[in-house]
């Protein structure tokens, strides 16, 4: 029998049996495409590695966003906009 641990922002602590093997296989299939897969020594806890993981979900999105309206924008154009120099 396997084990899965998911961590999640929302301070919830649930525990479940899955008994089908391919519905395991399908949870599996769906965690692999809506979860960052962490290695054994990746401590989630840290606030650093934590904001790291959500800026690169965030550039993900941004960028898939990108791909699906075809518009994007120069650094240069958002300096400007947001009033950096």
Same mark, same amino acid.
């Given at each position: 029998?396997?084990?899965? #641990?998911? *961590?999640?922002?929302?301070?919830? *602590?649930? !525990?479940? =049996? #899955?008994? +089908?093997? @391919?519905? @395991? +296989? @399908?949870?599996? +299939?769906? =965690? +692999?495409? %809506?979860?960052? !897969?962490? *290695?054994?020594?990746?401590?989630?806890? %840290?606030? %650093?590695?934590?904001?790291?993981?959500?800026?690169?979900e965030s550039a993900l999105?941004? =960028?898939?966003?990108?791909?699906t309206t075809g518009i994007?924008?120069?650094?240069?154009? =958002?300096r400007k906009e947001f009033?950096?120099?």
């Amino acid at each position: 029998m396997g084990e899965i #641990v998911i *961590k999640i922002p929302n301070n919830m *602590k649930r !525990r479940y =049996l #899955v008994t +089908d093997s @391919a519905r @395991a +296989d @399908a949870l599996i +299939d769906v =965690l +692999d495409h %809506s979860a960052v !897969r962490l *290695k054994n020594d990746f401590d989630p806890d %840290s606030p %650093s590695r934590i904001e790291d993981m959500r800026d690169g979900e965030s550039a993900l999105r941004n =960028l898939n966003e990108m791909r699906t309206t075809g518009i994007s924008h120069t650094v240069d154009e =958002l300096r400007k906009e947001f009033g950096i120099s």
